[in-house]
C-alpha cells in the first residue's frame, strides 16, 4: 500500500478537528498522583491530579553549544525549537506536554507530543549510544539497519523481536515506520531537502523529528543530542550529569593543544566516484574535533557546514597532497594496500605513501556499521583522545589502552 493510500485512510479515521501531522494512536500510560510540589519530572507516568500553577518540570536542560537547538519551560511544557544550520529556512517548534496536562495554545505548524514517550523509532544509528546511556533501550520499536547495531543492549532487543527494520530509501521507508507505530520517529535530517522524508511522515500522522546532529559545528553541541533525546523522556537531570562529564573531559583534552604552534596538516574524506571526493565541511564539527587534536584541516577556509560535501578529486589533492596524516577513509578496508588496490590515485597523497591513513571503524562490522555510527555522537572526549594520540602522542598524559573508534590501516 503506498504511503499515499496510508495518509488518505488515516484522514478517513480521524475524528473531525483531527490534525493528521499530530495523529498518533491513542496509548494508555499509567498515570499517578503528584501532588502540588513534585521533586522530579515524570520518568514513566502522566499525572493524574492536574493543578494549575505547578511546576512539572523541577529538572530542566538547557543547550550552550548546539547550533540547532534551544528550548524554553512553561510550568507543564517544553517549548523546543530546532534551526537547521544548513537549511535556515526550515525552523521547526515542537511542543513537548506532560501527559495528563493540558496543551498551550499554539501555531497550526506546532508538533505536539505527549512525553515522556513510550515508543520511539530512529533512522540515525547515531542516537542508539545515546538511548543506551538514558537507560531507554525498552522504548525502542524500530530502527534502519537491525544487524548494523554495535550497542550491546541494542542488538539484544533486537534479538527479542521487539524491534522493526526500517531499512530503506527515501519514501520507502514511510510504511515500515508507520507500522511499527512509535510515538516518536527521528528522521536523519540532510543538508539536502529533497531527500528529507519528516514532512511527508507528519502529513501521514507520524511525529516525526529531525535530527541533526551531524550539522553541529562542535562536537559538543554535536553530544548535546543526548538532552534533545532526554526531553523526549523527562530525563534532563540524567543527561545533565552525563553531559557534564563528557564536557569536562573534552574541555580537559582540548586545552593540550590550545597553544600549539605547529600543526601537522590532515586531510580527509574518501573517492566518492569518478573524479570526486567526499569530505565534510570547514565549519562541521569533525573539522572542529581536528582542530582541537592539534591538527589543521586542509579545507578549513571552507564555509560548508555539512558533513557530507562533495568536492572534485584535483581540489583534495590540491589542498591535501602534502598532508601528512589521512583522517577518516572510507571504512572497512582490511589494510592499506587493499584501499590502494581499489583507488589507486590515493598513492598520489603523502599520507598514503608514508603509512599514516586511519579510519574511524574500529571494529567494523560491515555494511557501514561500527561503534563510530551509533556510539560517537555522546562520545567526542574519546574520539578526541584517541585523535590526540594519532597527531600529537607526546602531549598525551598516558597511553589509551585501546582504540574504540579510530584504526590505523596496517
Known amino acids: 500500500m503506498s504511503w499515499h493510500l496510508w495518509a488518505v485512510l488515516l484522514l478517513l479515521i480521524c475524528v473531525p478537528g483531527c490534525d493528521a501531522r499530530q495523529a498518533s494512536l491513542a496509548r494508555v500510560q499509567p498515570a499517578h498522583n503528584v501532588g502540588m510540589q513534585p521533586e522530579h519530572n515524570q520518568l514513566e507516568a502522566c499525572v493524574a491530579d492536574y493543578h494549575a500553577g505547578v ?38 517548534e515542537i511542543v513537548l506536554v506532560q501527559c495528563g496536562t493540558p496543551t498551550p495554545a499554539h501555531s497550526p505548524a506546532t508538533l505536539v507530543v505527549q512525553v515522556p514517550i513510550q515508543r520511539l523509532a530512529t533512522g540515525n544509528s547515531a542516537m542508539l549510544g545515546a538511548a543506551d546511556e538514558l537507560g531507554i533501550v525498552d522504548r525502542l520499536v524500530g530502527i534502519e539497519n537491525v544487524r548494523a547495531p554495535t550497542v550491546e543492549s541494542v542488538r539484544k532487543r533486537v534479538a527479542s523481536g521487539h524491534i522493526h527494520e526500517l531499512w530503506g ?52 553541541g554535536r553530544a548535546e543530542w543526548l538532552k534533545f533525546l532526554a526531553l523526549l523522556v523527562n ?32 586531510m580527509a574524506g574518501f573517492p566518492s566516484g569518478r573524479g570526486s571526493f567526499e569530505v565534510f565541511g570547514g565549519l562541521n564539527q569533525r573539522a572542529r574535533l581536528i582542530a582541537d587534536a592539534g ?33 577518516g577513509a572510507r571504512p572497512g578496508y582490511a589494510s592499506l594496500p587493499q584501499m590502494l588496490a581499489t583507488s589507486p590515485h590515493s598513492r598520489w597523497f603523502r599520507a598514503a605513501r608514508e603509512g599514516r591513513v586511519y579510519a574511524f571503524d574500529q571494529g567494523y562490522t560491515g555494511a557501514w556499521a561500527s561503534p563510530y555510527q551509533d556510539q560517537s555522537m555522546t562520545r567526542p572526549h574519546v574520539l578526541l583522545a584517541e585523535l590526540l594520540q594519532v597527531l600529537h602522542p607526546q602531549l598525551s598524559p598516558s597511553a589509551l589502552p585501546s582504540n574504540v573508534f579510530v584504526r590505523k590501516l596496517p
Open 295 to 327: 591538527g589543521q584541516y586542509v579545507l578549513e577556509q571552507s564555509r560548508e557546514r555539512g558533513s557530507l560535501v562533495q568536492v572534485s578529486f584535483e581540489h583534495i589533492y590540491e589542498k591535501g597532497a602534502a598532508a601528512p596524516f589521512w583522517l
Open 169 to 220: 530509501n527515501a519514501h520507502s521507508n514511510i510504511e515500515p515506520i508507520m507500522a511499527a507505530q512509535p510515538d516518536v520517529y527521528l528522521s536523519f535530517f540532510s543538508a539536502n531537502p529533497q531527500f528529507n522524508i519528516h514532512p511527508q511522515l507528519q502529513q501521514v500522522g507520524v511525529l516525526a523529528l529531525p535530527q541533526a546532529d551531524h550539522l553541529e559545528s562542535h562536537p559538543l
Open 55 to 92: 511546576d512539572y518540570f523541577p529538572q530542566r536542560a538547557s543547550f550552550s553549544w548546539s547550533d540547532q537547538l534551544s528550548v524554553e519551560y512553561g510550568l507543564n511544557f517544553k517549548r523546543l525549537r530546532f534551526r537547521s544550520s544548513v537549511n535556515v529556512g526550515e525552523p521547526l
Open 235 to 266: 530525563r534532563e537531570a540524567q543527561a545533565n550529569r552525563q553531559f557534564a562529564a563528557i564536557e569536562h573531559d573534552y574541555l580537559r583534552w582540548a586545552a593540550l593543544t590550545s597553544d600549539l604552534q605547529q600543526r601537522p596538516l590532515v
